[in-house]
Nanobody, 126 residues
Framework: QVQVVESGGGLVQPGTSLRLSCSISGRALRSLTVAWFRQAPGTEREFVAAIRATGGTTAYSDSVKGRFVIIKDNSQTTAYLQMNNLKPEDTAIYYC???????????????????WGQGTQVTVNS
């Protein structure tokens, strides 16, 4: 059974940085594509970033491209989302998701991921 646990959320000021962690157990990280999604109150869960199981191909939403970096070291059991220059509109619950056999064109789709964490709250507020 694959388990996904996020951590690292918190309350930060605009312009600062935060690193979220996604700890995965039950399957080797190298066999999994990992993604981050987020959900703000009253909105649907949206894609943030993804990194494929092997090869390191990444994808980002337009709203975070150039500010966020998704990191997956296949020698470890934890993936990360480095968030820089945070903005109030980044406020949301952030979810880590993982799956196998995900093709490039499906990286941004919630339904492509089989395993999900419970989420961690990120609040950007001065």
């Amino acid at each position: 059974q694959v388990q996904v646990v996020e951590s690292g959320g918190g309350l930060v000021q605009p312009g600062t940085s935060l690193r979220l962690s996604c700890s995965i157990s039950g399957r080797a990280l190298r066999s999994l594509t990992v993604a981050w999604f987020r959900q703000a109150p009253g909105t649907e869960r949206e894609f943030v970033a993804a990194i494929r199981a092997t090869g390191g191909t990444t994808a980002y939403s337009d709203s975070v491209k150039g500010r966020f970096v998704i990191i997956k070291d296949n020698s470890q059991t934890t993936a990360y989302l480095q968030m820089n220059n945070l903005k109030p509109e980044d406020t949301a619950i952030y979810y880590c998701a993982a799956g196998s056999g995900i093709i490039l064109s499906s990286l941004r789709l919630r339904g492509a991921y089989s395993f999900w964490g419970q989420g961690t709250q990120v609040t950007v507020n001065s």
